[in-house]
Every structure is written in structure tokens, then in C-alpha cells.
């Protein structure tokens, strides 16, 4: 009865929310119905296989190829697909539907939350690295509270990361989990071993530490990487198929192989689970190319030095010019001290034009890393001035907010 | 021709979790543009730290925070080079382990390097977190520029007598033991809980520092058009929150 009413609100309160404007409406009508019902996640996910996604990068592109995966079945799938990843996202997206199925994008703090609530029948947990640290935790605090979350969910399958240690450690005390060798290269908030003090060493074909001997896990498929940039999927078994995809870059391979796997576990072989994510051509707006006036831009996403790295290593393969796009509100964190732990040396020698509402912090860091640059304070103009002269697509990287506010901008 | 100066980041394995590395990098940028010859190293953890004339140690987490003071003291160079004049910018958890004693994850007090004569404690509040204008004092420094950055932590840091701080909040919370201090300075040593990177934001502390490594008092000025376009911003955003604040 008061699940119920919960659900009628969280409906009329999107709906209205919707109708006045005012984004996409889906956290106002959530927050109504949990309010009314703490426990309405819990209602609203009984009787559904639900999946979690979560981790510090590729949680919405994870989510988006899983849910077309388990939908390749024909069965109805739902998804929290506006990104909003906490428990009011959750409950917007679950109520209006009779979906059998949810995969459900979740903020890697409140995964123990999600997962008690939920009862995931199977999680995924990608990677972790440091994101936001003024409001949100250490990332070993985190692993850690995975690691206690899932000990408590013995029905729980579990897909994760093999060379990310702190997602081993979190996924460590589960009963059963599906390792995954999905790679990881940016290591550095991986040194310290999550299990004891000392220290983890990365060889060509693992890691360990050497004071307590936790090491990597024998995943059961490992993403293969090719000079030219594309990947195939080896099994254990013996499997094995190419991981072709629409998206760009050696991090999407490794969301769709977590996908693939999760779907698999879920039921949908993994081989057509790859097939279907195939036409996937952006998500979420991540990789769009829109015009603004006469000029072609692809629009990409990096909130972090981890996220960074990935990005900086697929524009490198193209000279065209490029705006790199920072702000500094709520949801990107306030602080932009990160941006010195960014490669951004990498950029010199092509057109660089720094902008967004922190761009003298990154007109200082691309200064003293030897990147010359021009700068230009508002979005649109700078990808105007970045496509002087030029006739290619302008690549655009920007953290989160700088993103969205890219790709919302008239044409 | 000179010997190069010799910059040391410390342990960005373990300390380099909040961009503070970029101190480095800024130290080294200012030296070369002035013509001096630098060696730049990123120091792991896992090796002899090398012997440098100025080190530089930023924020980390909790875990590792312990792991860099341990390996520090066992390793012996950063006190054996401080005695021998050289200078150190430690920030945050770095600030922490180069003083006396300093919380570990569980509050639990560990043994700091002891270069400074501070000692920190877990607070009673909340983490400090959010901008900083800093008023330095000019007895412990001289005359520098307000200092703007970003604080990040929970710890209060306390200084013994004759521990002079490096300056006054005017925003933010700083040493929060109710004085109004923020770091510390001693000798070449400056402690501080600023981020930004803090040289970054601040070019005066970093020539600052560069005077001391290279016995230099009379640096020649750098084109900072950079720098000061951001300082500016900087510090009418912060000082206007500061009026609100009041008002």
C-alpha cells in the first residue's frame, strides 16, 4: 500500500518535473518516492533479475552495452540511461515498467547500499582510481566496503576486473565471481596493496605483492589488444571472437568484454552479447559528433586522470586540434588540482585551445608542461577557434559538466 | 658550468594522489627558464630516496601516508640532506609525516620524520574542505603574495614553541587549532595543507624556494602572465565568498 503510493509519486513528480523543465526528472520524483517509502528500491526490485555496474570509469557505457546485450533476448530491459546513478535515479527508472530485467548504473559508494536493496542477482565492478577526492572517499575505503557488501550477498554473481587490484580486493570475499583480465592502465592508485602494507608490482602479465603474496586472479577471458587497435576475447575455454565495436578506444573493448561476461552469466551467450553491442554508436552523447555553425566536433568525456590517460592515448593517434573543456562545480568536484596529475605533455605540437569555467588552472598546467595554447573562456567559440583553418573534425574533451554543456549548446 | 639542481618529488607512489607532484614540475620549470641546469626524479618508494636539494611531498591517503613516513625514517636521506641545507615543500599527508607525529587511518597516533616541529591529531569536526587565502607572515618568510590553494583534510596541527606558521587564514580552515595558523616553517622547510598545486597557484612561494636551493636571492622575474590571470580569479572568487560569508 505504501510502496504504492511511493510509486505514484516518484510517477507524478517526474512527470511533473518533466513538463516544468526542469532536467530530466528523475531525481526529484525518486527522492518523493523514497521519502514516502525508505524501502521502495527494495519493492520495486523483487521479482526482477537485476545487474549493478559500477566503478570509477565506464560505468555508463558498461550499463548502456549490458542492457543492449540482455535485450539481443527480445525480453524487455530497463536502465537507469539519464546517469543518475544513485538510489532516486534507481527508483525513477524501475517504476514505470514491468521489465523483467534492469541493469542498473551504480555510484561506487553507494554500491553496498544498491546491492542489499537490489538483491543483484550479478554485479560489475570495472575499475577504481581517484575521482572527485574533495567529496568523495578514499578509494580504498571503497574497495573495502565492496568487498564487506558482497561477503554479505552469497546469491550475488560477481564480474570483475582482474588487473585492477582494488577491484580484486573488492571482489575478493564473494562467492562467486567471474575474473575478467579487461586491463588497466592507469596504475598509480593501485601501488599500495589493499590487502596488506606493502607493496604491488605490475609485470607484463600481472601484478602482486610481495609482502603477502595476493596477486592477480586466472581470469576466465582476457581482452587482447592489437597494434591497430583492435581487441579479441580469449577464454580459458578455448572461445574466443573479436570485440567489434562503434565506440572508439581500448577502454570500450574492455566495458563490452565486462558485458559480454555479465551477460553471459545473466543467461545471453556471450558471443551474441558482443554481436549486439556492435551498433552502438554513442552513449549518453559520449563520442557524438554534432556540428556547431559550419564546424564538425566529437564530444568525449574525462572526469579524471584515469579517464584522461584513456582519452589523451586515443586523440593521439589524429593531428586534428583539439579543446580540452574544465569546470569546477558540484558534480565535477570543486577542486582542479588533478589536472596536474594528467599527461597533458602529451599535446604538444598540435592546436590546443584550453577553455570552460576553470581554464586559466588549465591554461597554468598546459604552460608549464610545454603545450602551447591559445585560450578562450567560452565552449562554443573555443572550438571555433581550435577549427581555424582546418577542415578536420575537432576533437573536445571535457570533464563533466564542461561536457554536458557542450553538447546541450545550440548548433 | 654548474652542477644541475636536483629536485626529488617523494614518493608519488604513495603521495601522489592530489596532484601535489605538479610542485615539482613547477620548481623545475622556473629554474630552467632562468638557465640553470635541473634534474628532475620521481622517487619510488621501493628505492633509496636519491640526494637532492629540494624535495617535494604532497597528499596521500590514509594507508600509504604511514607506509612514506616508515620508509623515510628507515631510509635516512631526507633528514641527512635537510641537516646538510636542503630545502623541503611538504603538503597535506606530506606536511603530516614531516612533523612529529601524525593520526594513522584509525586515529591511532605514528611516528613522523621529525624535520618540523608540528604534531597532528584526528579532528573532532569534520574535514576541512574548500578554497584558502592565506596571509603569509613575513617573519617566517618574508614578504610574499596572499597564498591561494585548496585544503583537503582532517587533521589539526599543532606547533611547538618557536615553530613559526606560514601564515594566517583569511579563508578556509588551515592548522584548525583555533589560531588561525595555517603550516609551518622552519629553517628551509615549509608545511602546508595547500593544494592547487600550491606552487602552481603561488610563483612567489616557488622562487621562494628556489632562492634557498640555488643560494640565489636575486631570481630573474619569469613572464607569470598565466599565473597571475589565475591568481586574480582565484582571489576575487574566494574573497567574495569571504564577504558573503560575513555579511
Known amino acids: ?411 | 658550468m654548474t652542477a644541475p639542481l636536483r629536485i626529488v618529488v617523494v614518493y608519488p607512489d604513495l603521495l601522489g594522489t592530489y596532484g601535489d607532484g605538479g610542485n615539482g614540475l613547477v620548481l623545475a620549470r622556473r629554474a630552467e627558464w632562468r638557465g640553470h641546469a635541473v634534474t628532475l626524479l620521481q622517487a619510488a618508494s621501493d628505492r633509496p630516496l636519491p640526494e637532492a636539494d629540494l624535495y617535494c611531498l604532497g597528499g596521500g591517503e590514509d594507508g600509504p601516508q604511514v607506509r612514506a613516513a616508515r620508509a623515510l625514517i628507515d631510509d635516512g636521506m631526507l633528514v641527512r640532506r635537510v641537516a646538510e641545507g636542503a630545502a623541503v615543500l611538504a603538503v597535506c599527508a606530506g606536511f603530516q609525516i614531516v612533523g612529529r607525529t601524525f593520526p594513522g587511518a584509525g586515529g591511532d597516533p605514528h611516528q613522523g620524520v621529525g624535520l618540523l616541529h608540528v604534531e597532528t591529531e584526528k579532528p573532532t569536526g569534520p574535514r576541512a574542505v574548500g578554497e584558502v587565502l592565506v596571509e603569509v607572515d613575513a617573519d617566517a618568510l618574508g614578504a610574499l603574495p596572499m597564498l591561494t590553494g585548496f585544503e583537503n583534510h582532517g587533521g589539526v596541527t599543532s606547533r611547538a614553541e618557536g615553530t613559526a606558521a606560514l601564515g594566517q587564514v583569511v579563508v578556509g580552515v588551515g592548522n584548525g587549532v583555533g589560531d588561525g595558523s595555517e603550516g609551518a616553517v622552519q629553517g628551509r622547510i615549509v608545511g602546508t595543507y595547500l593544494h592547487g598545486p600550491v606552487l602552481a597557484r603561488n610563483p612567489a612561494l616557488a622562487d621562494r624556494l628556489l632562492s634557498w636551493a640555488l643560494d640565489d636571492v636575486s631570481l630573474a622575474p619569469l613572464d607569470d602572465s598565466e599565473s597571475e590571470s589565475l591568481r586574480e580569479e582565484r582571489l576575487l572568487a574566494v574573497g567574495r565568498r569571504r564577504r558573503h560569508r560575513r555579511s
Open chain 1, 1 to 411: 500500500m505504501r510502496a504504492q503510493l511511493a510509486s505514484t509519486t516518484t510517477r507524478i513528480v517526474n512527470a511533473t518535473s518533466r513538463r516544468l523543465g526542469r532536467g530530466q526528472g528523475t531525481v526529484a520524483g525518486g527522492r518523493a518516492g523514497l521519502r514516502l517509502d525508505p524501502r521502495l528500491l527494495e519493492h520495486l526490485s523483487a521479482g526482477r533479475q537485476v545487474a549493478l555496474v559500477t566503478g570509477t570509469n565506464g560505468k555508463t557505457t558498461t550499463t548502456r552495452l549490458l542492457t543492449v546485450a540482455l535485450g539481443a533476448t527480445g525480453d524487455p530491459v530497463v536502465s537507469n540511461e539519464t546517469g543518475s546513478n544513485m538510489p532516486p535515479g534507481h527508483v525513477a527508472a524501475l517504476v514505470g515498467t514491468r521489465a523483467g530485467r534492469a541493469v542498473l548504473e551504480t555510484d561506487e559508494v553507494y554500491l553496498p547500499r544498491v546491492l542489499t536493496s537490489t538483491a543483484a542477482t550479478t554485479v560489475v565492478l570495472l575499475n577504481l582510481s581517484r575521482d572527485q577526492l574533495d567529496r568523495t572517499n578514499e578509494v580504498r575505503m571503497i574497495a573495502g566496503s565492496w568487498r564487506a557488501a558482497l561477503a554479505a550477498a552469497p546469491h550475488t554473481h560477481v564480474v570483475a576486473n582482474a588487473d585492477d587490484p582494488l577491484v580484486v580486493w573488492g571482489a575478493g570475499a564473494a562467492r562467486d565471481v567471474h575474473w575478467v583480465g579487461a586491463g588497466l592502465r592507469w596504475q598509480h592508485d593501485a601501488v599500495g596493496c589493499p590487502s596488506c602494507e606493502g607493496r604491488i608490482s605490475f609485470l607484463e602479465d600481472g601484478w602482486s605483492c610481495a609482502t603477502c603474496g595476493f596477486a592477480r586472479p586466472a581470469p576466465e577471458v582476457t581482452l587482447v589488444s592489437a597494434a591497430d587497435g583492435t581487441a579479441r576475447a580469449e577464454w580459458a575455454d578455448g572461445r574466443a571472437a573479436p570485440v567489434r565495436l562503434s565506440l572508439p578506444g581500448r577502454f570500450n573493448q574492455a566495458n563490452a568484454l565486462m558485458a559480454a561476461v555479465a551477460a553471459e552469466v545473466s543467461g545471453v551467450d556471450a558471443l551474441t552479447a558482443l554481436a549486439a553491442m556492435e551498433a552502438v554508436q554513442e552513449v549518453a552523447g559520449r563520442f557524438t559528433v554534432r556540428s556547431f555553425g559550419e564546424v564538425r566536433a566529437r564530444l568525449m568525456l574525462a572526469k579524471n586522470p584515469a579517464g584522461w590517460d584513456e582519452l589523451l592515448d586515443l586523440v593521439a593517434g589524429s593531428g586534428a586540434p583539439l579543446v580540452v573543456s574544465i569546470n569546477a562545480r558540484i558534480a565535477d568536484g570543486a577542486d582542479p588540482s588533478w589536472l596536474w596529475d594528467v599527461p597533458y605533455e602529451r599535446l604538444a605540437g598540435r592546436v590546443v585551445v584550453a577553455t570552460g569555467d576553470r581554464f586559466r588552472d588549465l591554461s597554468v598546467r598546459l604552460h608549464y608542461g610545454g603545450v602551447r595554447h591559445s585560450t578562450e573562456p567560452d565552449p562554443v567559440l573555443a572550438v571555433a577557434v581550435a577549427a581555424a583553418g582546418s577542415a578536420e573534425v575537432v576533437e573536445v574533451i571535457g570533464n563533466y559538466t564542461a561536457f554536458y554543456d557542450l553538447l546541450g549548446a545550440p548548433a
